[in-house]
């Protein structure tokens, strides 16, 4: 059996230590990335939430104001909008919330083509809950950790 010397000894615990190092500081980029990542990924849904939000409240002003012509413009306009926020979202996010906007848009088209105050106010109100529900529920909070 060969004895190990003071000088094998320490070059082993330098080694360990390194490695100890390289470890540590590996999981510190890798959770910095993920944390930023978290914080990218908010920002974008809140974002999009709140220009949809707006270009929702705009097309109930005209439905309102009687302005049914434009009140459709809007709602055109919102779905070409939807229609490309849906794609990078739905890696973000529940596909139950996606759909949930889907049918809602769809169902409010018709409602402004006949210019049903009630009804197209109503569906226009749960679209924009939808949406502004989506960026509160992803947010990283202790509420939605546990």
Known sequence: MKKEGPKQKGAEQQMKININVKIIGSLIILTSLIIALGLFTQQLLYKDSVRLGDAIEKMQNNAKAGKWDQAVSDLNQIIRDWEEIKKY?????????????????????PLLEEK?????????ATLSKFIKHIP????LSLDNLF
């Open 89 to 109: 979202w739905s890696s973000l996010i529940d596909h139950q919330e996606i759909d949930n906007i889907d049918v809602t848009l769809s169902k409010l088209m």
């Open 116 to 124: 049903d105050i009630a009804s197209a106010l109503s569906e226009a």
């Open 136 to 139: 509160e529920r992803e947010k």
